[in-house]
């Protein structure tokens, strides 16, 4: 039957996702292992839906992280990297979009999760569910007791066939049992346990007998599911079974349980009302009848991947095209085409190619009204900075230094408002 599409129905989808905030931290840390592990903690408890990156990095003990299960979706990358826990449990991760990748090539990155000394680390992934990286590649090196994770077949994941694959010097494949042969009673018993973890019969993996050659981990609930090397030529993306009637709707990410664009298992776009489409209806739409471009009653903002019939937060866009500026309406602000010229806005700092503000680009700062993101000042490369004509920023500002001669903040004495979208965690 005809869909019907209406503000009760895509906000019912909103109200039951809880989306979170990601986070631009790279491998920085932020104070004690309590502060981190409880920021990430605060972040992330409750999430499905993670809006930017989700970072997981320098956490040195066996912490609980169970609250990460209910996240479903991460926009940007997933980082975790230098950690000594034994698993990560995002069992119910299912996408991983890639709009922002970790140095800029890598949706997954999984790097140096272990201690030097002792024989804690990482040992599964635990992403049983992942089965859609929509932009970018996958890296997992230097994960010394990792056995399962780098033996799964990304190609099947990656949707981009060209996205790099870097996969190094993590556990060896068959190493599951992980028992050191110096603790051998005796000889024979260590040339025993040498031999059984170098014979062809153990490297053809620690895999549950019906997963085949590729696994999560040792049980049977742990198999890889494939939705797209299996598929049928026919088939343009994921599919459900191997014959040609068994292709998932061209919208689908991550797989489907039918061919319809409701069967989606998440869209490889936007959600319109439970459906998967390339575009959320558009504010005008074109009437054949009378041959001109006409408001359309049903248009409907972008939040993320869902089409939403009116703005959460009061925004649905970070900032406004460059032919307009911000204006606030009824509670909302909203962008109007600029009466004159527009205020500048201006890509803040945060980024690898952008850390903080420094002698390379404090002139690019010169008459910005709008920062897009935060303002990083730290000890080295603030001298020079005397100026200033910014009106709003949409992310923190933090100051770790100042230079000497500069007695207070009057450089920023037009600012006006800090939005703090990204709050500094």
């Known amino acids: 039957g005809e ?21 631009q931290n790279g491998l920085s840390s932020t104070g004690s292992q309590e502060n981190q592990y ?26 609980d992280f169970s609250f990460l299960k209910t996240i479903r979706e991460v ?28 140095e800029g090539r890598f949706a997954l990155s999984v790097l140096f999760n272990y201690p030097k000394e002792g024989s804690n680390g990482l ?38 066939n060209s996205a790099p694959i870097d996969i190094h010097y993590n556990g060896e494949r068959g190493s599951s049992l992980n028992y ?49 090397m299996v598929c049928a030529p026919q088939c343009n993306g994921r599919c459900f079974g191997r014959s040609p009637r068994d292709c998932c709707h061209i919208e689908c990410a991550a797989g489907c349980k039918g061919p319809l664009d409701e069967d989606c298992f998440a869209c490889r776009h936007f959600n319109d009302s439970g459906a998967c489409v390339p575009q959320c209806p558009q504010t005008l739409i074109y009437n054949k009848q009378t041959f001109q471009m006409e408001t359309n009653p049903n248009a409907k903002y972008q939040y993320g991947s869902i089409c939403v019939s009116q703005c959460p937060s009061n925004s649905c866009v970070s900032v406004c095209p460059p032919d307009k ?6 509670g909302q602000r909203q962008c109007e085409i600029c009466s004159g010229i527009c205020p500048k806005v201006c890509e803040g700092t ?8 420094d002698s390379s680009n404090i002139d690019s700062f010169i008459n910005c009204t709008k920062i897009k993101g935060s303002l990083h000042f730290l000890v080295t490369g603030i001298l020079g900075l005397y100026c200033a004509v910014m009106f709003s920023f949409l992310g923190i500002l933090n100051i770790q230094s100042w230079p000497k001669e500069l007695n207070d903040l009057s450089v920023f004495s037009s600012l006006t408002t800090i939005q703090g979208r990204p709050l500094h965690k």
């Open 3 to 23: 869909r019907k599409d209406g503000p009760a129905s895509d906000w019912s989808i909103l109200l039951a996702v809880e989306v979170c905030p990601g986070t």
């Open 75 to 102: 926009t940007g990358y997933v980082l975790i990297a230098m950690n000594h826990f034994q698993e990560i449990p995002l069992g119910q991760l299912r996408v991983i979009r890639g709009n922002s990748l970790y």
């Open 180 to 228: 050191p042969t110096s603790h051998a009673p005796n000889a024979l018993f260590r040339l025993f346990l040498l031999f059984c973890l170098n014979s062809s019969l153990f490297l053809l993996g620690p895999c549950h007998k019906s997963c085949g050659d590729y696994c999560w981990g040792p049980n049977k609930e742990q198999c890889q599911i494939l939705t797209k």
């Open 123 to 160: 040992r599964q992934l635990g992403l049983q569910n992942l089965t859609e990286i929509l932009e970018g590649g996958v890296r997992i090196i230097n994960n010394k007791y990792l056995s399962y994770g780098p033996w799964i077949y990304w190609q099947d994941i990656v949707r981009d």
């Open 325 to 330: 500026m911000e204006v606030p309406r009824e």
């Open 38 to 63: 409880n920021l990430i903690k605060d972040r992330y408890g409750g999430c499905e839906i993670v809006m930017g990156n989700l970072e997981i990095t320098q956490i040195e003990s066996n912490w």
């Open 350 to 357: 945060g980024p690898e190619h952008r850390q903080t503000v």
